[in-house]
């Protein structure tokens, strides 16, 4: 038997964040990852796939720093200068994805405020921006919750679907560091000195 409490835990942790953000239904052949990642721009395929890249080899400098401390030291280098240019990259895509805006993540989707209403259950194409590192994804979503609000604009539930392990694993560091970076705050708040 289930309590209530149990019914309302999250399957994941949420978190408050400003991201630059699109969301556009899904064509029945963007359905595939080569159609998706064809009608993003060139720019957010490229962004994505660098991060994704620095993910997976990560494992791999961590072993090397037991062997040879000196290359570990350049190959950790090398990755800031990189890490500069993405978010060089990322700085370009604010302009095309708009203004960040503020929502709610998760590693299983997020809400946010739409102009548009989109039927539940959509299918829709998620290009993001994760601010400040400029991490960029294209991701697949279904419709969860458009609800009207006052304002004339619709408050939008979208659960992610077909993630990766290596997005599912970006997403969870950038909660991670942001959960981080919030009780570093709070503590130095309290404690001025």
């Given at each position: 038997?289930?309590?209530?409490?149990?019914?309302?835990?999250?399957?994941?942790?949420?978190?408050?964040d400003?991201?630059?953000?699109?969301?556009?239904?899904?064509?029945?052949?963007?359905?595939?990852?080569?159609?998706?990642?064809?009608?993003?721009?060139?720019?957010?395929?490229?962004?994505?796939?660098?991060?994704?890249?620095?993910?997976?080899?990560?494992?791999?400098?961590?072993?090397?720093?037991?062997?040879?401390?000196?290359?570990?030291?350049?190959?950790?280098?090398?990755?800031?200068?990189?890490?500069?240019?993405?978010?060089?990259?990322?700085?370009?895509?604010?302009?095309?994805?708009?203004?960040?805006?503020?929502?709610?993540?998760?590693e299983?989707?997020?809400?946010?405020?739409?102009?548009?209403?989109?039927?539940?259950?959509?299918?829709?194409?998620?290009?993001?921006?994760?601010?400040?590192?400029?991490?960029?994804?294209?991701?697949?979503?279904?419709?969860?919750?458009?609800?009207?609000?006052?304002?004339?604009?619709?408050?939008?539930?979208?659960?992610?679907?077909?993630?990766?392990?290596?997005?599912?694993?970006?997403?969870?560091?950038?909660?991670?560091?942001?959960q981080?970076?919030?009780?570093?705050?709070?503590?130095?708040?309290?404690?001025?000195?």
């Open positions: 038997m289930t309590t209530p409490d149990a019914e309302e835990r999250r399957e994941y942790y949420r978190i408050e400003w991201i630059a953000l699109q969301i556009r239904p899904l064509s029945a052949a963007e359905l595939s990852d080569a159609a998706l990642a064809q009608s993003a721009p060139a720019l957010m395929g490229l962004l994505g796939e660098l991060h994704l890249a620095d993910f997976e080899s990560q494992h791999l400098l961590r072993q090397l720093s037991d062997k040879d401390r000196i290359l570990a030291a350049f190959l950790r280098a090398q990755n800031k200068r990189i890490d500069l240019l993405s978010a060089v990259v990322a700085q370009s895509m604010l302009g095309q994805l708009g203004e960040p805006q503020a929502v709610m993540l998760s299983g989707g997020l809400d946010s405020i739409s102009a548009e209403p989109f039927a539940v259950g959509t299918r829709v194409a998620l290009q993001m921006v994760l601010l400040p590192r400029g991490h960029g994804l294209l991701l697949r979503g279904r419709v969860s919750r458009c609800e009207p609000r006052a304002e004339g604009d619709y408050a939008l539930g979208t659960e992610f679907t077909d993630l990766t392990d290596a997005e599912r694993q970006l997403l969870a560091r950038h909660i991670l560091q942001h981080q970076q919030r009780r570093r705050q709070a503590l130095e708040q309290q404690d001025p000195t």
